[in-house]
Structure formats: structure tokens, C-alpha cells
């Protein structure tokens, strides 16, 4: 069954490069118009080249509330609504215990992982959504779910965006809120894991493999189209199995 995304406008976060990349490029396939953001504008440009569809791109830092309202503000005036929301940018300046942080660190993760997709959905709610019910979605991560050593600040936040997901599908009504909780994915912003334990996670899994943003797309794609249109406030685990037990691991 091919999903369709047409007539649909998208704005997608942290869009130039890993997951953001792979869901705004599923969602151009699909027949959205897509506006992609991220900080550095070059790479945003060579990501938008690479989709054969309607684009625009707007270079915003996620944290930043004002530039946030501008995107979303360039957004509504290039395409005059928006449907999707896809809260995906996110930040991890610290690794190590969490007790060991400082409160810049702290403040800058807290800063792009959670106040970053609480005022762009504020945004986009008070901007198209209000009026006109769409999808806001959460990529938040299965450190919400588990605790973990080296990351629980920044498993902290995606804790705390779980739980935005379903507050506020609790509040805004038609406007449908949704979440995936990745496990590993095989992208720039985990390198440095995937480099010292992937394939020793890898074989661990049921699945024998690491994540690849476009499977993080392909369930975004499922879950922002009308076929998902009774769902709402759930956060999805993607993570090769590595939630279960198996018998051969």
C-alpha cells in the first residue's frame, strides 16, 4: 500500500543530515511540500538538492524560540499551512555521570531536547494548527524509556518529551501528537557510540543490525499520514529488539 502525503506541508527539524534527513525526504517522496531546518544553512541546501519535490529551507537553531517562530512564520508565508510538525533536531553536549554535570551543559541540552519542541509545537499550534488539526511528531529515544550509564542527562530530556507527546495529545484534541523512541541508528550524531560498541550491540539484537534513519522514516511516513488518523498520544520503541529477550542472544 503506497502512502500519500499530498497536499500535505511539513516542516521537519534537525533536517539536513540522520533521521530529519531520511523522514524529509520520505515525506517530499510522498508528495508533501517540505520545509527543512537546521543550523547551518549549506547543509541544508546540498539535503534539499538531494529530494525531487517541492522544498524551501530556513536555517534555525531548534533552541532558539525566537527563530523558531520566524521558520515557522516563513513556513505559513511560503506555503500558507502547516500539517506536520516533526520535532527531530536535538543535542548532547555531555557524557558521563549524571551527577557529573554542569549547569551549562545541563541547560543547553534542556534547551534544544525539550524547550525546543515545546514552543515550535506552541508555534505551529497558534500559527496553522489551532484551526486546522494536524500532526505534531516527537522523535524522542528509547534512553526516555531505560536507564543507561554516560547518558542520562541527555536521556532526561527525551524522557521529559515522551511525556510531552502525551500531554499534549491530552490537550489539543484533533491535532494528533506522536512519538518514536529510536534505539541505535547508524547516523553522524551517534558516531562516536557506533564506533566504539556497534557491532557488539548489533549482534546482540534480534534483528543482527544496527538502525538506519530510514527506518526511523518509514515509521514517521505511517505515522503522520491519514492511515494513522486513530492514534494518538503514543510513543513508538524502533529498536531492532533491542527491548526483548531472545532466545539465541
Sequence with gaps: MEISLRGKTALVTGASRGIGKAIAKSFVDAGAQVMLTSRKEDALRAAA??????????????GDIEQGQACVDATMKRFGKIDILVNNAATNPYYGDTLGVDSSRFDKTFQVNLKGPLFWSQAVWNASMQKNPGVILNIASVGGLRAEHGLGVYNLTKAAVIH???QLACEL???RVVG??????KTLFASVLIENVGDKLAAALPTKRLGEPQDIANLALFLCSDLASWITGETY????GAGVRSGTM
Aim: glycine share 14%.
Design 49 to 62: 538538492n538531494e529530494m525531487d519535490g517541492e522544498t524551501e529551507i530556513f536555517a534555525a537553531n531548534a
Design 164 to 166: 510531552l507527546t502525551s
Design 173 to 175: 484534541g484533533k491535532t
Design 180 to 185: 518514536i523512541a529510536p534505539g541505535l541508528v
Design 237 to 240: 520503541v524502533i529498536d531492532g
